[in-house]
Nanobody
Framework: QVQLVESGGGLVQSGGSLRLSCVAS????????MAWYRQAPGKVRELVAQ???????DYADFVKGRFTISRDSSKNTMYLQMNSLKPEDTAVYYC?????????WGQGTQVTVSS
């Protein structure tokens, strides 16, 4: 069983930065995809960025050039560096991993960007 725990959310002014972290515990070998999603009130959950096991990275158009996904395998941790934040980035951000055919989600961390 894999547990994912996010941290790093909070309240920030427009133009500011935050770094989210996702720590994985349990058996996290053979991770196929690691990703960050977000869900704003009244909206569907959407992909923000994903990192494939072979190293390729994809970003949603609305975060390209502002957000960076990365991982530190030695710490079983994935990061999302968010710069130039906008009020429309306000959402709950979720960590996701696809491991051996199973989907795992964290509990989410709230990011609020004030104008």
């Amino acid at each position: 069983q894999v547990q994912l725990v996010e941290s790093g959310g909070g309240l920030v002014q427009s133009g500011g930065s935050l770094r989210l972290s996702c720590v994985a515990s349990g058996s996290s070998e053979n991770v196929y995809v690691m990703a960050w999603y977000r869900q704003a009130p009244g909206k569907v959950r959407e992909l923000v960025a994903q990192l494939h096991s072979l190293g390729s990275i994809d970003y949603a158009d609305f975060v390209k050039g502002r957000f960076t996904i990365s991982r530190d395998s030695s710490k079983n941790t994935m990061y999302l560096q968010m710069n130039s934040l906008k009020p429309e980035d306000t959402a709950v951000y979720y960590c996701y991993q696809h491991i051996r055919g199973q989907n795992y989600w964290g509990q989410g961390t709230q990011v609020t960007v004030s104008s």
